[in-house]
């Protein structure tokens, strides 16, 4: 028999459990000269904010060892030119769009969310509180837990979709930070954004990007998602999505072992754009052979002690 | 562009640390315009997790060409390729250079492995007329592979004329008075730089071929970013936009 792929995330429901991270798709357009965007379970929109914003000054971007230091400094062209320019190409597929929403100010959230209330393309919010690269908002958010109860309380108030909260793994505590987005209404939450680096010019002694510090992705980060994933799963009753490094379908397979109801592919998209649409297939041909009826039973299945 | 795996036929070492790959593959050697590039995975492991962006260079029949110099470990693992070695490649990408039907004295100007992208450009150019220009510090830096009686210049004079390569164009500007040019260039920031100051103030028109570090090479990481001439609040990308740009469009 054919496996359920399909999974359900605090009412957002995908055809499987394999998303694209934000900032790493665009709004879908460029990756889809690789792939059949249909045959992905979601995309997560680059993030978004009231106004447009420029971004970093280059030298944006530092490869580091299994992985990569970016500052891109959410560079986006603002919700209006999102609605407007954006959305309807991803209109057109089958596939949950997912977007998410940066701003300085918890009124700005508010505001970017009833902007996107209503209309049918987008399917949830993911509310990234936990940018490292920008000074105002993002880790000042992430990393403060009264930010991050008043901005779930109030998003969560007035969106008509579901509302995941996008939690730093620059914290002790990840799982404090998912029962406070719970307990303030959030549907989900996804783990994790990128961790704080840098990387310095020996030579010049300067370092490599503008912005000093960038968030450190790829498979470097891959065993600290893990860890926060499994903390916030064996800690507090809440969806999770899993993001850090995923290279390949074992990962995925291994994200939800420790509690991701689904995942989100980043940094391995610049790599290798026709990946997600492979793991997808392999996802398929591991649940047969392991004879998983439903993959979303898989999900928090590990085995402790 | 498209994610291709090729077969790499050649590895030519053209002079100290620089290198030829030649690759076969029918679909990019027809698709690919001189000034585009290809991202390239050097490895199959994670190190270096990230693709190589690479000018082609040219093309010869069914084989595509790069050039590289080996600075860092990814064109040292592409120094050792060899033949029968596959080569996984995002291509063509970018946009390249634009040549005119007419395309009237066309003036490349090339500093060190600036000059990858031309022996392409040259061959594209056919039988029209071509001057071409090249630079680097010293003798052992001038690469002229693939160029049409290159004109030299040295920063140390050990070859051709002494000084830099816009210096050395901007002298030769009074010959081209009253002709119709289009200058092409490639090379380090600086050479651009002072290139793109001399053209705008002379008028000419040019096209400069940018660089910069970049993860994806077709706009999705937005890790490229290069500022535009006239601010509009955005930048342009070099992977998407470029990585060739009229010389009036950007500032570098």
């Not at chain 2, 570090?213 to 490229?224: L, N, T, V």
Request: net charge neutral; hydrophobic share 40%.
């Amino acid at each position: 028999m054919k496996t359920d792929l399909s999974v359900n995330i605090g009412g957002l429901k995908l055809k499987n459990p394999v998303l694209l991270a934000s900032g790493t798709v665009g709004y879908g357009y460029e990756i889809s000269n690789f792939i059949d965007l249909n045959t992905i379970g979601g995309i997560v929109t680059k993030s978004i904010s009231l106004k447009p914003r420029k971004g970093n000054p280059p030298q944006r971007i530092v490869e580091t060892p299994s992985g990569m230091l970016n500052a891109i400094g959410l560079a986006n062209v603002g919700i209006e030119e999102f609605i407007s320019e954006k959305l309807p190409f991803l209109a057109a597929y089958d596939t949950a769009v997912i977007c998410n929403i940066a701003a300085s100010t918890v009124d700005e959230y508010v505001e970017c969310v009833r902007l996107l209330n209503g209309n049918e393309t987008v399917k949830a919010f993911e509310i990234n509180v936990s940018c490292p690269n920008v000074k105002e908002g993002g880790l000042i958010f992430g990393n403060d837990i009264k930010y991050v109860a008043e901005i779930t309380g109030k998003v969560k108030k007035v969106a008509d979709k579901p509302v995941i909260i996008k939690l730093s793994p620059n914290t002790s505590n990840i799982s404090e930070f998912a029962r406070t987005a719970k307990e303030n209404g959030a549907d989900a939450v996804s783990a994790i954004n990128t961790l704080v680096g840098t990387s310095f010019n020996i030579y010049t002694r300067r370092p490599n990007i503008f912005n000093v510090t960038g968030g450190l992705s790829g498979p470097a980060i891959k065993p600290v998602a893990l860890a926060k994933v499994l903390e916030i799963s064996r800690k507090c009753d809440i969806p999770v999505i899993g993001i850090g490094g995923i290279s390949g379908w074992e990962d995925v397979v291994e994200f939800m072992i420790v509690g991701a109801s689904a995942v989100q592919i980043g940094t391995l998209n610049f790599v290798d754009p026709t990946a997600p649409q492979i793991i997808v297939d392999k996802l398929e041909e591991y649940c047969n052979k392991m004879k998983i009826e439903q993959i979303r039973s898989l999900t928090a299945t590990y085995e402790l002690g | 562009m498209i994610v291709s795996k090729v077969t790499v036929t050649a590895l030519e070492k053209i002079q100290d640390r620089v290198f030829l790959i030649k690759c076969h593959s029918p679909y990019l050697a027809k698709n690919f315009e001189p000034g585009q590039f290809a991202n390239i995975k050097v490895s199959e492991s994670n190190f270096p997790l990230l693709r190589r962006p690479f000018s082609v260079c040219d093309v010869e029949g069914d084989e595509i060409v790069f050039m590289f110099a080996v600075h860092g470990a990814g064109t040292e693992i592409l120094s050792n390729k060899r033949p029968g070695d596959t080569l996984d490649l995002i291509a063509p990408l970018g946009k390249g250079f634009n040549i005119s039907d007419d395309p009237g004295v066309s003036v490349i100007v090339a500093g060190g492995i600036g000059a990858a992208p031309f022996p392409f450009l040259t061959r594209a150019l056919g039988d029209s007329r071509v001057i071409t220009y090249v630079g680097g510090r010293s003798s052992g830096d001038v690469i002229t592979y693939g160029l049409r009686s290159p004109k030299v210049a040295t920063d140390d004079g050990s070859i051709g004329f002494k000084g830099n390569i816009v210096d050395y164009f901007g002298s030769e500007l009074p010959n081209y008075a009253g002709q119709r040019i289009k200058v092409y260039a490639c090379g380090p920031n600086p050479m651009l730089r002072a290139l793109q100051k001399l053209l705008i103030t002379s008028g000419i028109e040019g096209e400069l071929s940018t660089e910069s570090a970049m993860a994806c090479g077709f706009g999705i990481c937005q890790g490229c970013p290069i500022e535009k001439s006239e601010a509009d609040g955005r930048y342009l990308l070099i992977c998407k936009d470029g990585p060739v740009f009229n010389a009036k469009d950007v500032v570098i």
